[in-house]
């Protein structure tokens, strides 16, 4: 899909009155938190503002997250009618979420569905998945395909069904195949820039005001092993 805008450490993919879309990098967090770091939206305020040449406060709401160290699409809302919409969207379940993984272990099936229940620890910011249900978990669901196999690697296009707390990372993980780069979830060595081969590549969605049918694409990261996927 064609960048609509590469400035500012900002790649754009769509951008309307309404809503506008990002390509996140490794390392940007979507929202501000205790790190004190500039947030993605504090950037895209910044990229409004300059643009149309905005006086005063930018309205920019955020609709969903990803984790720090993932790539991919990233949706924020320019209105509050976009905002209260695409919420709905998103907690009913009304998109479809494609993710792109790169994995160390091949998963013994080219193809599966993964159920597990997942538990969240706050402590220390990870979920682990169970095969049966256990107090406080919750239920999560995805379907994987290998699209490629690499050198020493395998690259898995994933379609999520629910949305849960590090979901992907868990289940991957789960059957033994954890995301390069994921210390957290198995992986034996971290990625030189401290992301995951985890990328949010496809979004599909019913755009919240023109109520047209919108599918971004996002590209993924220019680094030696996505350019092999």
């Not at 401290?194 to 949010?200: D, F, P, T, Y």
Request: charge should be positive; avoid cysteine.
């Amino acid at each position: 899909m064609k960048i609509i805008s590469d400035k500012n450490n900002l790649q754009i993919l769509h951008e309307d009155n309404h809503i506008i879309v990002v390509n996140k990098r490794v390392g940007d967090i979507v929202q501000g938190d205790k790190t004190g770091d500039k947030p993605l939206s504090d950037v895209v305020k910044e990229y409004i503002k300059a643009k149309y040449n905005k006086p005063g406060d930018v309205f920019l709401g955020v609709i969903h997250r990803l984790d720090r160290p993932t790539t991919g699409i990233v949706v924020f809302a320019r209105t509050s009618k976009a905002l209260s919409r695409m919420n709905e969207l998103f907690s009913n379940r009304e998109t479809q979420k494609t993710y792109w993984a790169v994995v160390k272990n091949k998963p013994k099936e080219a193809k599966a569905k993964l159920v597990h229940y997942l538990k969240r620890n706050e402590k220390n910011n990870t979920s682990k998945a169970h095969l049966k249900e256990v107090p406080d978990s919750k239920l999560a669901s995805l379907d994987y395909t290998i699209i490629k196999e690499l050198q020493n690697y395998t690259a898995l296009e994933i379609n999520l069904h629910t949305g849960r707390h590090h979901q992907i990372r868990a289940q991957l993980s789960a059957i033994g195949s954890p995301i390069k780069g994921d210390l957290k979830y198995g992986a034996d060595r971290s990625n030189p820039d401290g992301g995951i081969h985890l990328h949010a590549r496809k979004l599909t969605f019913v755009h919240p005001v023109s109520k047209e049918n919108i599918t971004i694409i996002a590209p993924t990261p220019d680094d030696p092993i996505w350019n092999a996927v």
